[in-house]
């Protein structure tokens, strides 16, 4: 029971529950707000690592909670950028279609082959900071309009279209040489 109420995973789960106030913010409009909280949901992920390492508070249940926390964040941050009509719904559905990508390549791995840990590769990493700072991009834009804000947006919109593109379809690659394993 210490484990879970350990100061990490405590983090972690603030993480959690500032999400459904940053989309309330997102959805009445209110962009500076909703930055400022992700600001706050980024160091709670910063600190909740450096914690888990530097004191040995590493636990099961962080190394689980800590990457659905994230993606809770992150797909509720893309869904809203979608209704607040911030980026199209078509980089949504490629950020959410790659992470729903992943949960089924992960799911077959456990049904067809006796592997039970899918490490996350390098593509996958740079996809996720490709879209953690797309993100940061979209809410800043949107916070405080200014005049190269339309160009920072579709650049940072091409970086996280071709780097989430890419890690999907390097997932399904390591997935198939794993089934033929």
């Given at each position: 029971?210490?484990?879970?109420?350990?100061?990490?995973?405590?983090?972690?789960?603030?993480?959690?529950?500032?999400?459904?106030?940053?989309?309330?913010?997102?959805?009445?409009?209110?962009?500076?707000?909703?930055?400022?909280?992700?600001?706050?949901?980024?160091?709670?992920?910063?600190?909740?690592?450096?914690?888990?390492?530097?004191?040995?508070w590493?636990?099961?249940?962080?190394?689980?909670?800590?990457?659905?926390?994230?993606?809770?964040?992150?797909?509720?941050?893309?869904?809203?950028?979608?209704?607040?009509?911030l980026i199209?719904?078509?980089?949504?559905?490629?950020?959410?279609?790659r992470?729903?990508?992943?949960?089924v390549?992960?799911?077959?791995?456990?049904?067809?082959?006796s592997?039970?840990?899918?490490?996350?590769?390098?593509?996958?990493?740079?996809?996720?900071?490709?879209?953690?700072?797309?993100?940061v991009?979209?809410?800043?834009?949107?916070?405080?309009?200014?005049?190269?804000a339309?160009?920072?947006?579709?650049?940072?919109?091409?970086?996280?279209?071709a780097?989430?593109?890419?890690?999907?379809?390097?997932?399904?690659?390591?997935?198939?040489?794993?089934?033929?394993?």
């Amino acid at each position: 029971m210490r484990i879970l109420f350990s100061p990490p995973n405590l983090l972690t789960c603030a993480r959690i529950l500032l999400t459904p106030w940053i989309v309330l913010a997102l959805i009445h409009g209110d962009c500076r707000k909703a930055l400022w909280l992700s600001c706050v949901a980024g160091v709670t992920d910063g600190a909740d690592g450096f914690l888990a390492r530097r004191f040995g508070w590493a636990s099961r249940i962080g190394a689980y909670l800590d990457p659905i926390a994230d993606k809770f964040l992150l797909t509720s941050l893309y869904v809203c950028f979608g209704i607040s009509h911030l980026i199209p719904w078509w980089l949504v559905w490629l950020v959410v279609g790659r992470d729903v990508l992943i949960l089924v390549l992960a799911g077959l791995g456990l049904l067809l082959t006796s592997r039970r840990e899918f490490p996350p590769t390098l593509w996958g990493k740079v996809s996720t900071v490709a879209q953690i700072a797309a993100a940061v991009i979209f809410l800043c834009v949107c916070a405080f309009p200014f005049s190269l804000a339309e160009d920072l947006r579709s650049a940072a919109q091409v970086a996280v279209t071709a780097a989430t593109a890419w890690s999907g379809v390097h997932y399904t690659w390591r997935a198939l040489i794993w089934m033929r394993e």
